[in-house]
């Protein structure tokens, strides 16, 4: 769809919408760009505080995605107010605050309709110097794959519905989707980051495939390495889904080889969608080892090695080993 749309020729937009990107960046000055971005999700979690917290670090996140710093947010809200009482999207609000003032970003406003349903996130602004930002498209041959936070939170979320998963496991799914990734970024830019982007909706297997295709390259990523939620796996043993399972797959299906044999169930893990998920950073093989340990010892905990970035020499762009 958006390959039809006519081009922008202004040159001070440094990023729009061809590589599929997390934000827009467009310079102001030598020294100066603004990176530009919006995200909303559905509720899930039933804490209206929680709730806001969680969107407001998943719609931060694409800011970080780019090399930058958050400076301004305006809520997005759909709210259903025949149907739930004011205080809710007060707690709401003030959830998706605690976050933005913990990025250092301030609340200048937003808009609201009705709706039947909730819905809620943020359109946040960010700063960049315009030659230090980072894409999904300058992966380069040779470079190692940093994936900062686990997989596994949709089917978490799917498989608690059911009351299947545990407390302990839930609780730190959750941990995990409050945390910023504003000290993983601010880590990173010690480094030369060759490629970035979160992942969120379409998967690790979806985002690895958008920086591929963007960097013309070819992802190899290896399955033991990824950082998976407990009792992740286990739900997608058991037969648990998400809705987006199926789309993600079918986006990557003709570009994607499995080498490593898995059930089917096991698989799935790749196409998992997340919430608030972490950064996928391309760095050089000389300071992959020097990045990891970075994060590690400013408590980015989770972060991992997952793979590597090799020359595309036909039609696949991702191979999972």
Not at 102 to 108: K, N, S
Not at 135 to 149: E, F, Q
């Amino acid at each position: 769809m958006l390959e039809k749309l006519p081009k922008n020729h202004d040159p001070n937009l440094l990023v729009g919408f061809e590589t599929s990107d997390d934000a827009g960046i467009y310079r102001l000055t030598d020294d100066l760009a603004i990176i530009t971005t919006t995200d909303f999700i559905t509720p899930m979690v039933n804490d209206p505080y929680m709730y806001g917290q969680i969107a407001a670090a998943n719609a931060l996140s694409d800011v970080y995605a780019m090399g930058g710093r958050p400076l301004t947010c305006l809520n997005l809200v759909a709210f259903p107010t025949k149907k739930l009482a004011p205080e809710v999207l007060h707690q709401i609000v003030a959830g998706a605050l605690s976050k933005i003032t913990e990025a250092g970003a301030v609340l200048a406003g937003g808009h609201s309709i009705e709706d039947d349903e909730p819905k809620f996130g943020l359109a946040v602004t960010g700063i960049v110097h315009p030659q230090k930002f980072w894409t999904n498209r300058d992966a380069k041959a040779g470079d190692v794959l940093v994936l900062t936070k686990p997989i596994g939170s949709g089917v978490l979320f799917n498989a608690n519905l059911k009351k299947w998963v545990s407390t302990s496991a839930l609780d730190e799914c959750l941990a995990t989707l409050l945390t910023l990734n504003k000290t993983a970024a601010e880590t990173l830019q010690g480094f030369e980051v060759h490629a970035a982007t979160d992942i969120t909706g379409f998967g690790l297997a979806g985002h690895a495939f958008e920086m591929a295709a963007a960097s013309n390259m070819r992802l190899e990523i290896n399955m033991d390495d990824i950082p998976v939620m407990r009792e992740a796996l286990a739900m997608y043993k058991k037969g648990v889904t998400t809705g987006m399972n199926a789309p993600n797959r079918k986006m990557v299906a003709q570009h994607l080889d499995f080498k490593k044999q898995l059930p089917d169930w096991h698989q799935e893990i790749v196409y998992d969608p997340q919430t608030s998920g972490g950064l996928l950073v391309a760095v050089s093989a000389s300071s992959a080892d020097n990045v990891h340990k970075a994060l590690k010892d400013v408590g980015v905990n989770q972060a991992r090695i997952i793979g590597k970035v090799t020359e595309r020499r036909d039609s696949v762009y991702l191979v999972f080993r």
